[in-house]
C-alpha cells in the first residue's frame, strides 16, 4: 500500500491566497507540520477546519516553505488519493506546449515553461531551436527532473538536453549550482551553442556561458517595439549584453550604436552576432563600467538620438528597494542629459519588486530633473510566452517604458 502524503496545516490568510491562486506559503503562515516532511517531499495542505486544499512541493528550511503543485478534483476532509505525479507533470507541460504552439512568435526560439506562471514551480525549459535549456531550481522540481527529461525527450524530440540550474533562488533550497548537457542524441558530437532568428536578426547562442539559459529571450518584445521605430544618428545601448538591442537599433535606422558593457564575454559575443547580421561597421562594442561612461559622456556633452537601458537586477528584496531605486535614480539622471530633443528612450528593469507604476513615475520625474519632458510614453512587460499572471504578482517581474523626449 502506497505511503500517505504528510500533512501541513496552514493558517487562514494562506489558505485564502492559495485558494486565490498564489503559489506559494511562507514558513510563518504554516500552523502545524504533521510531521515535518523532507526537502522536495511532495505534501498534502490542509487549512485549520481540516479541509484539503492541494498538494505542493516542502521545503522547511526555506523561508518559501510550500510551492504549490495541485489541486484536488473536489473540497474534501483529510487524506485524499495521492495524486500521480508523473502523470500530473506530463499534462502540465503538454498545456505548455499547446499554448506556445498557438502563439505567433517571430523567432524560432521561445519559453516552453515558466515556472509558477506555468504551473511547474521552480521549472524552466527554453526552446532554442530545438535545444531545450532546462533550469531546475526548487528541490521538488530537481528531484523530479527525470519526469521532465522523459517528456522533453518523448515529446519535443530535442537536439539537445542542457541544464542551467542556477541562480539565487535555487542556492536558498540548499542546492548547488549545476551546468551540464543532461541528454543529446549523439553524445559523440557535443556543440555549445547555436544560432536562432527573431525577427529579421540572428544571434549565436552560447547554452554554457551566456547569460541566463543563453540568451534574453523575455526582451524580445522590447526589441520588436524598437526595430519597428524610426532612428537616427547615434545610439547608445547601455548593459548591451549580446547585441539584441543594439541590433534592433540598426535595423531602425541608427548610424552608429556605441554598444556599453563591463563584460568582455558579452562584448564578444555581440561582435559575434554583429557579424552575423552584417552590421559589425555600425555597433562599436565599449568595454566599460555604464555608470562611469554615462557621467563622462555628459561631462562631454554627447547627444544621442536614442538611449537603451537595459541594467542587471538591483534589488532581489524587499528591503533593498531603497537601495535600488536610488541606483535606477542615478542611472536614468545621467542618461536623460544625454538625450537630445525628439530622441527615444528605452528603460528596463527585471525586478518584481519594483512595479510598474514606481517604475513609470521615477523615470518621469528624474528625466524632468534632467531637463527632460517625455511623451508618446508606453510601458509594457515580456512577450507571450512568458505569461503574466494577476494572482502572481512576482511574474510580472520585467517593466520596459520607452517614450520620446518632447521637442522644445
Not at 505511503?3 to 503559489?23: C, D, E, S, T
Not at 525628439?342 to 524632468?368: E, N
Not at 510566452?385 to 520607452?402: A, F, G, N, V
Request: hydrophobic share 40%; charged share 25%; net charge positive.
Amino acid at each position: 500500500m502506497e505511503a500517505l502524503l504528510k500533512q501541513v496545516v496552514v493558517n487562514a490568510k494562506a489558505a485564502k491566497r492559495l485558494l486565490q491562486g498564489y503559489p506559494w506559503i511562507f514558513s510563518g503562515q504554516i500552523e502545524e507540520w504533521r510531521p515535518k516532511p523532507d526537502p522536495g517531499e511532495l505534501v498534502s495542505i490542509l487549512d485549520t477546519q481540516g479541509i484539503l486544499l492541494g498538494f505542493a512541493y516542502a521545503n522547511p528550511d526555506n523561508i518559501l516553505a510550500l510551492k504549490y503543485l495541485y489541486t484536488p478534483a473536489a473540497a474534501s476532509r483529510g487524506q485524499a488519493d495521492r495524486p500521480d505525479e508523473a502523470l500530473e507533470i506530463a499534462r502540465k507541460l503538454d498545456r505548455c506546449r499547446s499554448q506556445r504552439a498557438a502563439l505567433s512568435l517571430d523567432s524560432n526560439a521561445y519559453r516552453l515553461v515558466w515556472s509558477e506562471a506555468d504551473g511547474l514551480p521552480g521549472l524552466i525549459c527554453d526552446d532554442y531551436h530545438g535545444f531545450i535549456v532546462v533550469q531546475f531550481l526548487t528541490r521538488g522540481m530537481d528531484q523530479r527532473r527525470q519526469y521532465v527529461l522523459d517528456w522533453l525527450i518523448s515529446r519535443m524530440k530535442p537536439k539537445g538536453i542542457f541544464e542551467r540550474s542556477e541562480g539565487h533562488g535555487r542556492s536558498l533550497e540548499g542546492l548547488a549550482p549545476k551546468r551540464q548537457w543532461l541528454w543529446q542524441p549523439d553524445p559523440g558530437h557535443t556543440v555549445d551553442h547555436c544560432e536562432i532568428k527573431e525577427g529579421p536578426d540572428l544571434f549565436q547562442v552560447d547554452f554554457e556561458k551566456g547569460h541566463k539559459t543563453g540568451f534574453y529571450l523575455d526582451q524580445r518584445a522590447a526589441r520588436r517595439v524598437l526595430r519597428a521605430k524610426t532612428l537616427k544618428g547615434k545610439v547608445l545601448d547601455a548593459f548591451c549584453h549580446s547585441g539584441g538591442f543594439s541590433l534592433a537599433a540598426v535595423r531602425a535606422g541608427a548610424a552608429q550604436v556605441e554598444a556599453i558593457d563591463r563584460d568582455t564575454s558579452a562584448l564578444k559575443q555581440l561582435e559575434h552576432n554583429a557579424q552575423l547580421n552584417q552590421a559589425a561597421s555600425s555597433i562599436q562594442p565599449i568595454e566599460a563600467d555604464v555608470f562611469i561612461y554615462l557621467r563622462a559622456a555628459a561631462m562631454r556633452a554627447e547627444k544621442y538620438n536614442a538611449v537603451i537601458l537595459d541594467p542587471p537586477s538591483f534589488v532581489r528584496s524587499r528591503s533593498a528597494i531603497e537601495d535600488a531605486m536610488r541606483g535606477y535614480r542615478e542611472l536614468h539622471l545621467q542618461a536623460g542629459k544625454l538625450l537630445q530633443p525628439g530622441a527615444r528612450l528605452l528603460t528596463c528593469t527585471c525586478s518584481h519588486h519594483i512595479g510598474r507604476t514606481p517604475f513609470r513615475q521615477m523615470v518621469l520625474g528624474t528625466m524632468q530633473s534632467a531637463g527632460k519632458r517625455l511623451e508618446h510614453i508606453r510601458v509594457f512587460g515580456p512577450d507571450k510566452d512568458h505569461p503574466e499572471k494577476s494572482q502572481i504578482p512576482e511574474s510580472r517581474y520585467l517593466t520596459c517604458l520607452l517614450a520620446r523626449v518632447k521637442a522644445t
